[in-house]
Nanobody
């Protein structure tokens, strides 16, 4: 079992930056591949980025590639999402998710553990 708590969301103008953090507690953090997903009102939850257990492999959706960076610090039990050049269409509730022992995934249903989410609002 692992508990995930996100932070770092807020209101930012278009073109600005935010860094989201997700702190994990419970089982060994390095046993989990991690992902970030987002959900806007009236829309399905969508994949944003994922990172392998060691941090050696990262994956991004086409909509954020080149603007967002996922990273992790296993010593701090934390995964990050650095978001730059934010656009109004990035407005959503952002969730971190953990997947025990298995590889990274782009599919929300394949993640076992979820945080409560943090809201990101980008104004134009």
């Amino acid at each position: 079992q692992v508990q995930l708590v996100e932070s770092g969301g807020g209101l930012v103008q278009a073109g600005g930056s935010l860094r989201l953090s997700c702190v994990a507690s419970g089982r060994t953090f390095s046993s989990y591949s991690m992902g970030w997903f987002r959900q806007a009102p009236g829309k399905e939850r969508e994949f944003v980025a994922a990172i392998s257990r060691s941090g050696g492999s990262t994956y991004y959706s086409d909509s954020v590639k080149g603007r967002f960076t996922i990273s992790r610090d296993n010593a701090k039990n934390t995964v990050y999402l650095q978001m730059s050049n934010l656009k109004p269409e990035d407005t959503a509730n952002y969730y971190c998710a953990g997947r025990y022992w298995t590889g990274t995934s782009f599919t929300a249903s394949e993640y076992n553990y979820w945080g409560q989410g943090t809201q990101v609002t980008v104004s134009s």
